[in-house]
């Protein structure tokens, strides 16, 4: 498995490789760090070229402290696993999608700030780009997430997701964690019908007789979607929320009001996120 870390050398960025790194270990994967120097040259070319390349070599050598330096200063290690450190010129988002496709990245995993409002605190706009462009799952981690691996994971429902190609993705990283997942329907006094999406799971999880992973499909009634979300992330002891980005609205809009969000950060949770395609 490729995994891909954007780094903007901030704690969020270094939190995001940590996990990143241990999770590589775990599924047998790599670690390519991506700089994206954000900036474009307008001056005369021969200075445009030395002065690029100065950016370039400083870059280079932040992404070498921050693999080798930063963890000592911080006092944690990172796994042994195989680390690529990449630093380019571009727009920040939309070249770490541009990246993850044209590189056949398997996995993005992004960190997020916890400073202002909910939608600001979870989503910077890097992270809105990139989760709107990229083909790839997108893992946002919090930056006081701490690693544990994946045994048992969330995966939240409603009633209107295509879960088609969330599915197939799902699949192919859950069956190098096996972990059990628990597919859930939170119901909040609306009486969805969730038998299709039900339908949809279980057609699709035991027609592959290689899906190595127990799971249930789950409905639960509740008072209020936050309260009973978090209550069961932490008596059930989830360690990984997974939802679904409908690409039908505003991105800003379906974050913004994502109770799955909300409680993945404010517990601390990684957030898997799929894209309907």
Do not use: W
């Given at each position: 498995?490729?995994?891909?870390?954007p780094?903007d050398?901030?704690?969020?960025?270094?939190?995001?490789f940590?996990?990143a790194?241990?999770l590589?270990n775990?599924?047998?994967?790599?670690?390519?760090?991506?700089?994206?120097?954000?900036?474009?040259?307008?001056?005369?070319e021969?200075?445009?070229?030395d002065?690029?390349?100065?950016?370039?070599?400083i870059?280079?050598?932040r992404?070498?402290?921050?693999?080798?330096?930063?963890?000592k200063?911080?006092?944690?290690?990172i796994?042994?696993?195989?680390?690529?450190k990449?630093?380019?010129?571009?727009?920040p988002?939309?070249?770490?999608?541009?990246?993850?496709?044209?590189?056949?990245?398997?996995?993005?995993?992004m960190?997020?700030?916890?400073?202002?409002?909910i939608?600001?605190?979870?989503?910077?706009?890097v992270?809105?780009?990139?989760?709107?462009?990229?083909?790839?799952?997108v893992i946002?981690?919090?930056e006081?997430?701490?690693w544990?691996?994946?045994?048992?994971?969330?995966?939240?429902?409603?009633?209107?997701?295509?879960?088609?190609?969330?599915?197939?993705?799902?699949v192919?990283?859950?069956?190098?964690?096996n972990a059990h997942?628990?597919?859930?329907?939170?119901?909040?006094?609306?009486?969805?019908?969730?038998?299709?999406?039900?339908?949809k799971?279980?057609?699709?999880?035991?027609?592959d007789d290689?899906?190595?992973f127990?799971f249930?499909?789950?409905?639960?009634t509740?008072?209020?979607?936050?309260?009973?979300?978090?209550?069961?992330?932490?008596?059930?002891?989830?360690?990984?929320?997974?939802?679904v980005?409908?690409?039908?609205g505003?991105?800003?809009?379906?974050?913004?009001?994502?109770?799955?969000?909300e409680?993945?950060?404010?517990?601390?949770?990684?957030?898997?996120?799929?894209k309907?395609t």
């Open positions: 498995m490729k995994i891909l870390v780094v050398f901030f704690e969020t960025s270094f939190a995001a940590r996990y790194a241990s590589a775990v599924v047998d994967g790599e670690i390519i760090l991506l700089h994206i120097i954000n900036g474009m040259m307008n001056t005369d021969t200075f445009a070229h002065t690029r390349g100065k950016i370039e070599q870059s280079n050598a992404m070498e402290s921050f693999v080798q330096k930063f963890p200063i911080k006092g944690v290690t796994e042994d696993v195989k680390i690529t990449i630093a380019i010129f571009g727009i988002g939309i070249a770490v999608s541009d990246y993850a496709e044209d590189n056949e990245i398997d996995l993005i995993v960190g997020t700030r916890d400073k202002h409002g939608f600001d605190r979870l989503l910077g706009s992270s809105i780009t990139t989760i709107k462009e990229a083909k790839c799952p946002l981690i919090h006081s997430t701490k544990r691996k994946p045994n048992k994971i969330l995966f939240t429902l409603d009633k209107d997701s295509d879960l088609e190609a969330p599915l197939e993705q799902f192919k990283f859950n069956n190098k964690l997942t628990d597919f859930l329907h939170i119901d909040i006094k609306s009486k969805d019908d969730i038998q299709e999406q039900k339908e799971i279980i057609s699709r999880l035991f027609e290689k899906v190595s127990s249930e499909v789950k409905r639960l509740g008072n209020s979607l936050k309260s009973s979300l978090s209550n069961y992330c932490m008596f059930e002891s989830i360690d990984l929320i997974t939802m980005h409908r690409k039908k505003a991105l800003e809009r379906i974050f913004s009001k994502s109770k799955s969000v409680i993945g950060t404010s517990l601390y949770l990684p957030i898997l996120i799929f309907e």
